[in-house]
C-alpha cells in the first residue's frame, strides 16, 4: 500500500506567479487551509516541492 501525504494549503496563493496557482490546483487544493491527501509519487513531490511555501505536508501511515 503507498503512501499518503496529507497536504493543507496554509498561505494564500494571491499575488503568486500564476504557476505557482495552477500547481494548487492542480494538487486539487480549492481554499485556504483546505486538506487534501495524495499517493507519495515523485510528480506530487515535485509539485510539493515548487510550492513547499505554501504547504504544509505530513506522511499518513
Do not use: C, F, W
Not at 496554509?10 to 503568486?16: K, L, Q
Not at 500564476?18 to 509519487?41: A, F, M, P, W
Amino acid at each position: 500500500m503507498p503512501t499518503k501525504l496529507r497536504i493543507t494549503q496554509v498561505h494564500s496563493a494571491i499575488d503568486r506567479p500564476d504557476v505557482q496557482k495552477r500547481i494548487v490546483r492542480s494538487l486539487g487544493i480549492r481554499k485556504l487551509y483546505h486538506t487534501v491527501e495524495k499517493n507519495d509519487t515523485p510528480q506530487i513531490r515535485g509539485m510539493i516541492k515548487k510550492i513547499e511555501h505554501l504547504l504544509k505536508v505530513t506522511e499518513v501511515a
